[in-house]
């Protein structure tokens, strides 16, 4: 199992829970220090896992991980397509540098994850999931890049589950709602997440354990039937009429 941007916040929370299901965890960082440190945690707790530097919007950063992986496992069954960085900001706020970032992270390297994995898992099948966001389908003010980037993960999700469902590889995506990580909070302040807060019908924040279990299920036998599906882990927030 793979994990990018495995090191931090979600991407964390999901690589700790694979491993305590005994997962034998991958995790890819653009920051090689972050994956390790990560990685060791885990075996620390006597978990299995390896820490990978790579740039996600490069093709080459997933055949060569996947490719240590499976040899050193004898298998690769599944990826977790989580990394992207993020800046919130108007239209025309927008700088090609920002943009072409933003893309390469959250979008591109979605394509490149699935094409690597969809070919290592053409003979076993397995699981891939991408995280996409309730803001693929709400409109967002400041974030229209962000909105963009994961309304194609959505797009990505289901045209995938469509290619590779032959070959018994399943694709699906969890879109989240409000999740406080360090990440979000750069580009969300307090007071606006109180105001998510007063939105969302259960009246909190997710954490990013919600996203992990969702993860957990996806990936295991229990969702084997299941494929092209976007499950929406947000409290509520995207389904109300506020």
Known sequence: ??????????????????AREGAHVGILDIKGEIAEEAAQAIRAEGGSSVGFTGDVSQRDSFIRTIDALQKQFGRFD???????WVRYGAISSITPEMLDRMVGSGFNSVIWGMQAAGAAMEECGGSIINIASVAGYLGMSNAAAYCGIKAGVIG???AAATDFGPSGIRVNAIAPGSIPTDGAMINVDEQK??????????????????????ACFLASDESSF???????????IARAFL
């Open 1 to 18: 199992m793979l994990v990018t941007g495995g090191g931090r916040g979600i991407g964390r929370a999901i690589s700790n829970a694979f």
């Open 78 to 84: 599944g990826l977790v397509n989580n990394a992207i």
């Open 156 to 158: 990505l999700t289901r």
């Open 193 to 214: 997440m109180q105001q998510r807060i007063s939105k969302t019908p259960l009246r909190r924040l997710g954490t990013v354990d919600d996203i992990a279990s969702a």
């Open 226 to 236: 299941i494929t092209g599906e976007i499950l929406t882990v947000d409290g509520g």
